[in-house]
């Protein structure tokens, strides 16, 4: 005997692609699965690399963590103005030890193409990326695309330009 349409058959069907649509909804595109990471994650600062680099604890694990939007002046490889005076600067605002929190950024990707984890850094209520700034110990920074608080780091930047603060001052600004 033929099914009918909307018999019991095309019922379950129906059911079955229903119960499979969420599952489908939450899985991430190539290169999305960064999304499902937690926004908030609480490490332990082992060291700090440079002036947009510091390495953590995190979950038991090591990680590297570049810091988003903010660049410093090399310390390494070939040495730029200001770059150790921005790595000092890092180093006043944290130590081994120290706990911080770290905060991802959906604008972004999760890792650098050195691997580093991509977020801001936070140590007691205050965001370091944007202290280095106010500083002007570093430079606003967009890689690829722009990121949730770039409207707040340029105020901080033009701020510290105007006042010659950090590199501004010590090397006239920012080698490219």
Same mark, same amino acid.
């Given at each position: 005997?033929?099914?009918?349409?909307?018999?019991?058959?095309?019922?379950? !069907?129906? /059911?079955?692609?229903?119960? +499979?649509?969420?599952?489908?909804?939450?899985?991430? +595109?190539?290169?999305?699965? &960064?999304?499902?990471?937690? !926004?908030?994650?609480?490490?332990?600062?082992?060291?700090? +690399? *440079?002036?947009?680099?510091?390495?953590?604890?995190?979950?038991?694990?090591?990680?590297?963590? $570049?810091?988003?939007?903010?660049?410093?002046?090399?310390?390494?490889?070939?040495?730029?103005?200001?770059?150790? %005076?921005?790595?000092?600067?890092?180093?006043?605002?944290?130590?081994?030890? *120290?706990?911080?929190?770290?905060?991802?950024? $959906?604008?972004?990707? &999760?890792?650098?193409?050195?691997?580093?984890?991509?977020?801001? /850094?936070?140590? $007691?209520?205050?965001?370091?990326? %944007?202290?280095?700034?106010?500083?002007?110990?570093?430079?606003?920074?967009?890689?690829?695309?722009?990121?949730?608080?770039?409207?707040?780091?340029?105020?901080?930047?033009?701020?510290?330009? $105007?006042?010659?603060?950090? /590199?501004?001052?010590?090397?006239?600004?920012?080698?490219?």
């Amino acid at each position: 005997m033929p099914m009918r349409p909307g018999g019991p058959a095309v019922a379950t !069907l129906a /059911v079955l692609l229903l119960a +499979a649509l969420p599952a489908c909804a939450q899985s991430p +595109a190539a290169g999305e699965a &960064n999304h499902d990471r937690p !926004l908030k994650t609480k490490a332990v600062v082992d060291h700090v +690399a *440079d002036g947009d680099t510091i390495k953590v604890v995190v979950g038991g694990r090591e990680e590297y963590v $570049r810091f988003i939007g903010i660049d410093t002046p090399e310390v390494y490889g070939t040495p730029e103005c200001g770059g150790a %005076q921005a790595s000092a600067s890092m180093k006043r605002l944290l130590e081994p030890g *120290d706990k911080v929190k770290l905060i991802r950024d $959906r604008s972004q990707g &999760n890792v650098d193409v050195y691997d580093r984890l991509l977020r801001y /850094v936070v140590r $007691r209520g205050r965001d370091l990326g %944007q202290v280095q700034i106010k500083k002007g110990w570093a430079r606003v920074y967009v890689y690829d695309r722009p990121f949730d608080r770039l409207s707040a780091y340029h105020r901080a930047q033009t701020k510290a330009r $105007r006042a010659d603060r950090g /590199v501004w001052g010590l090397c006239g600004g920012f080698e490219s």
